[in-house]
């Protein structure tokens, strides 16, 4: 499958005087090297923490925070005009109280007040800030007027602190960036309230304490689905098995598994208290009858022969929990299903038919091999409804269909929830 190559696209890059400032340039290379042009525009006190000739060398431009440079160009009305896309990171309590109240104070500010395309605030601070009333009402007051704000992270913070308010992964906000350029609008803060369970990953079978039997997913796209997902308001939990997801998604609960059977589990003891249960994780159909205590040795005639069995069918088990009461009738189920065509039908006709077999509400559709779906950034396919509907998935990020799943998960969730 040949990738559709990206438009150049202008990206705004402004930074606020925290010490999560020197991550931010890991967030400004991305789009430089992802081949778009890049300005940044540090608040006088981001350069107490990182000097401008950084920020230049980065970005390839020319750094300024007063709208007293460079007066002809009137820089403070084309940065703005000219953006795609404006990251504002780290965002901190002062800088967000600022741009929610329009104030323009600096170069940064004064640019906010002029850009129409889609603004992304990451904050950053410690966690007493974060939960302060007043930055809480800047937030929501930011949201209302069409910016996309980030959930912090949990961690490490300034000092000896740790908790809520950590600058999330540069590589999430990058991605985050990338998905509101795809979608060219704010991420809708619609999932406030909603609890969504979400398995993610490969699961292993063991065999004996070296081998184990397993498949090639690699978790980018449940992840990329609770990254999402936490984004948009709602309270995450992760069941993940084997990942190359390179970090956990910034306000999200994981829980780890290995087989099969742990899986089944944790989400049928977990999917009682949610509302949106989502099965993305790529479930191993067989495990050995028995594992072996010590290492299966080569020896002169071969490996004997391993029995397999059934594993259990999660997805099937968790409809069949939500007929008989186990799980909340109203719980949204959503199934994901990796096909490859073959004598009898195609990808599409056999996740049809897989649809039928599981019940659940939805089932998204992957073509697999070759190169696609396992253990790539990308991905596409089809989303079909228990009421009929069939959705194209184009081609694109996982991150973007992960969006683009959920707008129609929304549609699914009972009024009271959400936004």
């Known amino acids: 499958m040949t990738t559709p190559t990206k438009p150049r696209r202008r990206i705004l890059i402004g930074v606020g005087g925290g010490i999560a400032a020197y991550k931010v340039c890991s967030v400004i290379r991305h789009f ?34 007063t709208v007293f440079d460079d007066v002809d160009e009137v820089a403070h009305v084309r940065l703005g005009q000219g953006a795609d896309l404006v990251i504002i990171a780290p965002a901190t309590a002062d800088l967000m109280a600022r741009a929610a109240q329009g104030r323009a104070d600096d170069l940064l500010t004064a640019s906010l007040l002029t850009v129409r395309c ?18 809480q009402a800047n ?21 000896t602190d740790s908790g809520r308010g950590r600058l999330p992964d540069p590589q999430e906000i990058a991605l985050t960036g990338e998905l509101l350029l795809d979608r060219a609008d704010a991420l809708p ?10 398995s993610a990953g490969g699961t292993r079978e063991p065999l004996d304490p070296v081998r184990y039997l397993g498949n090639h ?30 970090g956990d998604p910034a306000g999200v609960q994981i829980v780890r598994i290995s087989t099969a059977q742990e899986l089944s589990e944790e989400m049928t003891k977990r999917a009682a208290d949610a509302d949106v249960v989502i099965m993305a994780a790529a479930v191993a159909d067989f495990r050995p009858i028995a594992v072996a205590d010590a290492k299966i040795k080569k020896g002169d005639q071969g490996p004997a022969p391993i029995e397999l069995t059934t594993n259990p069918d999660i997805l099937r088990g ?12 109203e719980t949204v189920i959503v199934g994901f299903a ?24 939805l089932l998204v559709v992957n073509a697999v ?35 683009r799943i959920l707008d129609e998960v929304r549609q699914l969730v009972p009024d009271g929830r959400g936004a």
């Open 318 to 329: 968790l409809v069949d929990a939500r007929d008989d009461g186990r799980i909340p009738s």
């Open 139 to 159: 937030i929501a007051t930011l949201r209302e007027q069409g910016s996309t704000v980030m959930t912090p992270a949990s961690g490490r913070l300034t000092g």
């Open 217 to 246: 997913s690699s978790g980018k796209q449940g992840f990329a689905l609770a990254r999402a997902a936490a984004q948009r308001g709602a309270s995450v939990t992760v069941v993940a098995g084997s990942t190359a997801d390179p």
């Open 32 to 65: 430089t090297e992802s081949g778009h042009e890049v300005r940044v525009v540090p608040t006088p006190a981001a350069l107490k923490f990182v000097g401008k000739a950084t920020f230049e060398a980065l970005s390839g431009n020319p750094v300024s925070t």
């Open 189 to 198: 803060y619609d999932l406030a309230g909603v609890r969504v369970l979400i």
């Open 369 to 403: 091999g070759d190169g696609k779906a396992f253990g790539t950034e990308d991905n596409t396919g089809w989303l079909l409804s228990a009421k009929g509907d069939e959705t194209a998935l184009p081609f694109g990020s996982k991150t973007l269909m992960s969006s």
């Open 338 to 361: 990796a096909e490859t065509g073959d004598e009898t039908g195609g990808v599409l006709d056999h996740g049809r038919a897989k649809l039928a077999r599981k019940g659940c509400d």
């Open 118 to 135: 889609p603004v992304l605030f990451v904050p950053a601070m410690h966690t007493e800030m974060w939960e302060h009333p007043a930055t």
